[in-house]
C-alpha cells in the first residue's frame, strides 16, 4: 500500500466508514502551535493528535526530545483518538509530512496497517478551497491494541556498537548545515553521528508542495547512499521526526530502510562521551 493518499482519494474517503482523520500539525519550539491551528481550522471530521502527549513518549532528559513512546501507552491514546482494528487512518500536518510520518511510523511500530500520509498536507487542502471546520467533532474510544510491529526501531545501544561493526549506514534528515556542525539552532550540541550520510527531509518535497514521483526520490537516496544496500540504511534526526520522513519516502522510492534510529541527535548527544563529528563543508 502507498503510504501516501492524494487530496482527491481523502475526498472520495471521507464518507467511508471506519475513517480516522488524525490532525498532527506540530511545532518542535512552540508545542502549543498545533493544538491553536486546529482550533483555528481543521479538515472536517480530523481529531486533534498531539505530537507531544499523543505520539512520542515521556522524556528523560537522556531520551531525546521526542522519545519513543511506550507501545501500551500510545495505544491507549490511539484508542482515545477512536482508533479500532478495522479503522483507515489518514494522518496529515501542514504539508512538509514530518509530523504525519512520524505518526505514521508510530503506528506501524505498534502493527497498524492501514494507515496513510495526506500528500500536500492541510496546505494543499486550503489552497484547493476545500470544507474547513473549526468544531471539534465527536467520535466513539476504540479498541486498537498493539500487534507485531511492521517497522524497526533502532536504540542507542545499536547506535554505539555499530560504531564499531559498520553493519549499517546512518542517514541523516536535517539539514545539510546542521549535520556539518555549522549551525545548531535547536540542540545544545552540533555536528553528526560518526559516518553518517545526509539527506535532508526537506529535499523530499517538490516545489508543488507535493512529495517528488517515486524514481525521483529513488535517484536522490541512491546518489547519496551510493552502492550500499538501503536494508542497511537507518534513518535518523535531531528527535527522531523528520528521519521518519526519510524512511517514508524512501518506502515511496521503492527502496525502504532498515528503521528509524527514534531517540537521533539529541539522545546521542546526552552522554558527552559518545563521538561526535564535524566538517567544514556542509
Known amino acids: 500500500m502507498n503510504p501516501l493518499i492524494s487530496v482527491e482519494e481523502l475526498k472520495a474517503l471521507m464518507n467511508a466508514p471506519g475513517l480516522v482523520l488524525l490532525d498532527v500539525r506540530a511545532h518542535l519550539t512552540d508545542h502549543g502551535l498545533g493544538r491553536r491551528l486546529y482550533d483555528e481550522g481543521h479538515i472536517p471530521g480530523a481529531r486533534f493528535a498531539d505530537l507531544e502527549d499523543d505520539v512520542a513518549g515521556c522524556r528523560s532528559g537522556t531520551n531525546g526530545r521526542h522519545p519513543l513512546p511506550d507501545s501500551g501507552r500510545f495505544c491507549v491514546n490511539m484508542r482515545r483518538l477512536g ?10 500536518d501542514d504539508g512538509l509530512c514530518n509530523f504525519a510520518s512520524r505518526l505514521w511510523f508510530t503506528l506501524r511500530w505498534v502493527g497498524f496497517e492501514n494507515v496513510r500520509v495526506l500528500n500536500g498536507g492541510f496546505a494543499l487542502w486550503e489552497k484547493l478551497g476545500l470544507p474547513v471546520q473549526t468544531e471539534e467533532p465527536t467520535w466513539e474510544p476504540g479498541t486498537y491494541r498493539a500487534q507485531t510491529p511492521l517497522e524497526r526501531v533502532f536504540g542507542v545501544e545499536f547506535i554505539e556498537n555499530n ?28 555536528g553528526h553521528i560518526p559516518g553518517s550520510l545526509v539527506r535532508p ?29 538501503p536494508a542497511n540504511i537507518i534513518n535518523y534526526c535531531g528527535s527522531g521526526v523528520t528521519a521518519c520522513c526519510n524512511h517514508l519516502a524512501m518506502t515511496v522510492a521503492g527502496i525502504p530502510a532498515a528503521g528509524v534510529y527514534i531517540g537521533s541527535w539529541s539522545e546521542w548527544i546526552s552522554d558527552p ?9 556542509p
Open 83 to 92: 482508533v479500532s482494528p478495522e479503522s483507515v487512518i489518514v494522518a496529515y
Open 273 to 281: 562521551e559518545r563521538p561526535i563529528r564535524q566538517t567544514d563543508e
Open 201 to 229: 527531509s526537506t529535499d523530499n518535497i517538490g516545489p508543488d508542495g507535493l512529495f517528488k514521483p517515486a524514481d525521483a526520490l529513488a535517484s536522490e537516496f541512491r546518489a547519496v547512499i551510493g552502492e550500499r544496500d
Open 163 to 190: 560504531l564499531v561493526t559498520g553493519d549499517y549506514t546512518l542517514l541523516d534528515a536535517r539539514s545539510r548545515e546542521r549535520w556539518a556542525g555549522l549551525e545548531e539552532p535547536i540542540d545544545p550540541v552540533a
